[in-house]
């Protein structure tokens, strides 16, 4: 299959598979997103429907839990050729022409895992989120209770208003 991706910048080509997989994964949460603002139907869901709701939460946890982490580790990897004889820092050394020096030292491979641990985290909040939002699409939002007979009505700043506005 020919890489699609134009060569505008010299990263791009060997990146094509990360960028193809992120476009899919975005665009899968977009659409998502889209059917959360749907309202829920009255009638229960088939069987069909469930299968095929499953099969798109399947093919999206793939996406960010297995194919993304792995195009960034195979990215950095190959074309970066991030791995343990290039370092970041090393003990004692100063870093950002600061006197911060740090007993340890930090190779590119460690730099590559803790930002694949930081799309791990990303997606388990993303998540989170889909998953409370999309158990709660069917509920009424709550609405502000009346004020009692009585008390001064409240600009926006919260300060009481004497009188009613003109209309």
């Avoid at 997103?33 to 793939?62: I, N, Q, S, Y």
């Avoid at 996406?63 to 970041?88: G, N, R």
């Avoid at 989120?129 to 502000?144: C, D, H, L, M, Y």
Wanted: aromatic share 16%; net charge positive; with cysteine.
């Amino acid at each position: 299959m020919p890489n699609l991706i134009p060569d505008l910048l010299p990263w791009m080509r060997p990146a094509g598979r990360l960028i193809w997989a992120c476009i899919a994964l975005f665009g899968g949460l977009g659409l998502t997103h889209l059917f959360m603002k749907r309202p829920k139907p009255d009638r229960p869901a088939t069987w069909a429907e469930c299968m095929a709701g499953a099969v798109w939460v399947f093919w999206l946890m793939t996406l960010a839990y297995a194919v993304i982490p792995h195009e960034v580790i195979t990215f950095s990897d190959t074309y970066l050729q991030w791995d343990t004889t290039k370092f970041l820092f090393r003990s004692g050394q100063e870093i950002f022409f600061l006197p911060l020096e740090f007993p340890f030292n930090m190779d590119y491979q460690a730099l590559r895992d803790i930002i694949v641990v930081g799309i791990y985290s990303v997606f388990v909040g993303a998540n989170l989120f889909f998953f409370s939002k999309w158990q709660a699409r069917g509920e009424p939002v709550a609405e502000a209770a009346p004020e009692p007979e009585g008390t001064a009505r409240r600009s926006w700043f919260g300060r009481p208003l004497r009188r009613k506005a003109n209309a």
